[in-house]
């Protein structure tokens, strides 16, 4: 995570004083639940939360008594108890470290999971109306980068829409792994701690008890969290490979929107780059890329170790900020996008019909021509069209072999654009409801 | 994929006999309703299924013929004419190779993900079994490596079998990402195939039809599938890391079973070696690492390459066939596991009583002591104890700090380990339901 | 690794007959060694190459044995011993399966890399070919997909052969770091075994020796080996995505060779695609995910466990062959690849000299303008061009900020083709030394 | 990269004004060059070098002027102008910013590899010392978690000395990888501007020259780099899950320093847990990511695209600053490991000799029995022993088809330990050289 591929919002989540805010209400709903229980005095619990709910954490002086005990939540524990007084010692009676860690965690992930199901939602908002503004739109289908048959402009944003409607719904599976609770205490067996005191502290903190914790949360749940990240940035990655492939000066099809004062290079003034979304495919296999060690946090060894915490600390405000960010971008590239009809018309013509070569080959064995046969002869006279000699149509009523099975006039309303589009209703249908 | 490491079952999936079985299916239950609609003669639909539903479909043919088309599905339609006869034309009208070869690839992964789920309920079922066994046989939680306080074996294997249920959930989603059917042509556009084609493939293979694929099915689903099996495998290590440790010769708490003739080393006859969940760490890295390639597999250029062809030929089978592998070996592993009470016992009681150290804790701060100085108090005498000086009871009674404020029956008490396993039941609860 | 994607040689590497062959070697060498020492007899050492060296090994009797004894070495040793007779009982002596199992994989993957190494001289003689075919063809040179300045097309080639020169040496590094030999017993301590034992079998072998081993080789030799297989494969990706960019309908300035008889597609008969290069995409993706599992082998437990094994099983062959298969199948499509330099002249001047646009700025800088003024004296005029609304130097000549600093004459000499080729030769001089 | 776990002149490298220094640095000697060939004056160069050699650079400033122009080396170069008045027209001549970015990156990284290289030979120094002090420290020898046969615990340190001196070696490659200067211009092709440049520039910034750029330093160059520090990173990981297995409760043969002070858990007194090295496993899993973008920045399109950017301004401080530190705090680790004999010692004793077992099966077979028949009998004795009915060597003695072979007397003779360790200078001497 780095400020320049950053936002505000998911960055404060990662903040200390966040994270101790957070700390903070797990331990004062815990002690809560333990007065209920007659655990420790009620007054007590009422003071910790008169004496440090509107407290402003010392991130500084936490550091330093770190340096000292060396453990996060003990320096933690001690600055609160400065504040508290002498009632802090009914604070984190039986609780290890990583009731609070992992629980803060959770409540971490959880409200940067609704960050990005948000930056989703921004996403397929700006999806749908650019898909419907041209959901008619002609444009030539590349299979391998080649002219294949035509589809519609708005038939791409469909597809983009229904892959980031199924990564929304990922988003929202992998919140519900992820937000659960857990105050069970050393090696997780409540010997010191009520389960009572968790099913407060979850409900409290807005998330799941955890059947069986270990002292620590299991991290298979954080795999599939991290993970899941990953293959909603190679959708990303998908998207901006495509709008940069329409934006070659070959193609220009669409071009990303260049604002008044911007350069596109310091050497040459003519370049209008697609920097954004080449920028979100180096982002995407960053955040790819924390898909492996959220995986190989999942063995930790017996009743936990502390292995997964670094990484943790690292890809926790690194996937998030950055897969934020890059939702948010492409969100803004896809709503301002250039898009030029124009050039897409002029490249569908550019083969001259060869795209109906599969309707003619149909046709061909819908005559009665064996399908060997049928392919030869249309891929013969699509040769020579793809190696500049002429145009297929005459080509194919000049072949005998062809305009034997199929007349002039048949071939011609062969070349029929409306014939590919028929069905774009019926996809937009499927993708969006009927209207 | 190698013979070693894989069961018939999960193999067969992948052969080319049920490759070519299930593109013939797709193939024919297709120009039924390509007949249905009209399109094709009733006849011909008949034909086909009257001439090849038995067949055994001569691979080194369709090698033969592909070595000169270089395209595997027509190879396939070229020998399946030579079966068929002259209706043979009828067949694949209006459809592209991908709407066979997405549609099977669905069916070998559904059918796949099918074993895969067996594999997870027989370990669930070798869990449950054992946690029960061992419900309440104590042994030394660990944390970090080191002894923490008291769980019991059957809580460890309670923890193994949520995790492995979640699994099974995972494994659920999973089946649905990929169960889906595309019969949509040429870059997806149904120009000259009507998607009620689509619809009745879909139910006569058993799958949900794609709302919008672009020739291709997007291979987002594709990624989540081989990422969640990633997590699963990662979920194998975490189990097979923690049989390796409570095999360690000085844990020795475990052992994998060792049949009559097996040798454990070429050269030290001595040997017992866990040889098994060692395979299994290994396995588990090699499912993990197929998540990668498939996460780069999403971003096909327009409407499709072909360069996740490649991939999904080596890490189809590759993933499946040593996932099923695995869970079914680590089912085995955890059935007929050597566990052996006594060793917990005698490593449990290793250290003292040390592990009631907590317990003291919070009583001094429950008498009054705050909790940095109980801390302290606690700590001198249990380093004592770490050092090998003596007793941690005897200590603590020793120390006119702590007798001051707990009296010597008091401290005695505290050394009850019931007081740890009290909630072995809560915990079972929750994992197992109530019983 | 699977058939489709492998070429015989590098497979016969990897078959269980060769591996036998050189654990056979390296257990005779071995008893050489001990029979010059005194440690066993003479006569034995030469019985066992006698009776065995000509010997094909009995695949299915070995598993066979391996089934009961659960161990691969020992069942190969029985098996020997059958075919040797009495002394048999010399082999092995002091050694562990590692000894065997290192040492042979060392030989394998060295054995390999020669394969490798040829691939890529193979590849290097290709592209030097074609490059000086094409080192004064001229073609826009791209940036961001969006057309810069001309480059030719030999300078693309020269490029790509500077890379895997680079790759090259580094083989032949990671030939180096794998190509060790272990005869070091039980825990590497050659406490059974005498140092010089290893000696002879490395010279033997032609391997160095490993300085220490804990029983195995260490991993970290092996992670290197197989992340420097990674890398060559991203190189094989970049060289495959410049020609799949090349052959875009759009672009067409080269195109894969297209066989007679070859099938673009099943259902567009029309159709020509970059299908090798798709392929060896998806092919890099394999072999660079083989590298993390290859790097979490490293951290073996204490002096070993095994791990390792089941991943090497897999990506020993598997990283190799599929490697050698994409070099050779590259090597093979820039050999044969079909160039048009009326294509790349044709999509050069499609932007009417706009990539002079450099040229013009600095010369405006040279004349006094600020580089801020001069930027934006040229970006004005680019974008007029930029938007087709005409010709890059009759905007220039009629801008009055610009004519005032630089003359028509001035301008119409910065449209020279040969001010952007005049250091092909310092280029091609530095990648291919000095004719 | 996050300042828990950096130090503070690694972090250095990567500060913003590092960066414009020596951005500036490369400018500033390529006016000379530029001055020195006569395309700019003379004076022009003495003025940017004497205005700008001791700037602080305005980093808020400059950011300011980004968010116009949206491109961060033309942001900077107008600061500059701000700074050096009208001569800063003659900066940047013919330059591309990638000229300033990719060489500024190369310092950055040869100065990065700089520290790294220094902190393992502080390591090593470390591991040199403490493999000395315990060169015969007798300690038992594991395979798979099993004890095997005695080693020393300076074995077990010289066999990591040996892998990180192998690691420098992979260091200084990698930084020879890296340490290249590309001042070619757009698409590289010095159109305008004079290899000269390139070659002053490179020598005064102590890189090499890059024979052919494309505008940008090929990226085969900074995979092979990321790649090798995950490798380093694996042998990290490999040394400190050593120390975690030697200091778990069990085993205790080793333990990381414990401060004054220090806190092992929030809730349990008496724990010493091996957090730096847990911490040192997930540290390595995090640099061990890194390769795979850094893999997948390889294959840039054409001449370049700008991916790769966004990954390397993450993965440039975050690989380095983790990496810096994780060796730096293992070199702290090792230099004040607690080392316990006594407790090696203890363990080693545990199996009664059963470690001596490979010893009698060797001696069995060169008394005449087979090598079968000596393994079954080695085996039904150290079996009862490892089932604790007895010792290792009184069931040899009491087993008449032992006995009858080997004699009492030879039979003692073969538990001496020394047998074991007379190699252990034979090690050393390979690993340190002679004394």
New interface residues.
Partial sequence: ??T??SRPQMVSIWAEQTRFRIWFEIEAHATDALAELGVVPREAAATIWAKAKDAVFDVARIDEIER????D??AF??HL?EIVG?D??????????SDVLDTCFAVQLSRATDLLIADVDALLAALKKRAFEHKYTPT????????????TFG??L??AY??FA??RE?LI?ARR?IATCAIS????????ID?RVEEHVAAKMGLA?E??S??VI?R??H??FF??L??V???I??L???I??L?????LEAEEFF?E???????????????LT??L??????V??????A?????????????????E???GP?ATV?LDFALARLAGVIDKLLIYPDNMRR?LD??GG??N???V??AL?QAG????D??RL??RN??K??RGEGD?LAFLKADPDVSSLLADETLEAMFDEG??????D??FD??FGKG
Wanted: hydrophobic content about 35%; cysteine-free.
């Fill in positions: 995570m780095i320049r591929y000292e005990v060396k453990h939540v003990i524990l001690t108890g002498p802090a010692r009914f604070l984190h009676q039986g609780m290890t470290s030539i289908g590349r299979s391998h980068g080649i002219h294949a048959e035509p589809v038939l791409k469909a597809q229904a892959e199924r990564n990922r599976a792994e205490g050393a090696v997780g067996t409540f010997a010191n389960p008890v059947p069986v270990t002292q299991p298979d749940r795999a599939m993970t899941t990953g293959v940035a190679s959708s990655e998908r901006a490979i495509e940069r492939h934006q070659r000066t070959e193609v604002s004062g911007q350069k596109g290079s310091s050497a040459m003034p003519h370049k209008r780059n697609p920097v080449e920028n495919t180096g982002l995407a296999r960053m790819r890329s924390y898909a492996m060690p995986m190989e946090n999942v063995a930790l060894w017996h009743e936990r170790d502390i292995s997964h915490s670094s990484v600390r690292m890809i690194d950055t490249n550019r083969l060869l795209h070569s599969q309707r080959l149909l064995t021509a064996s399908r060997e049928s392919y249309v891929q699509a040769m069209v793809w297929f014939y590919h589009l028929k069905h774009v019926t996809v499927r993708v």
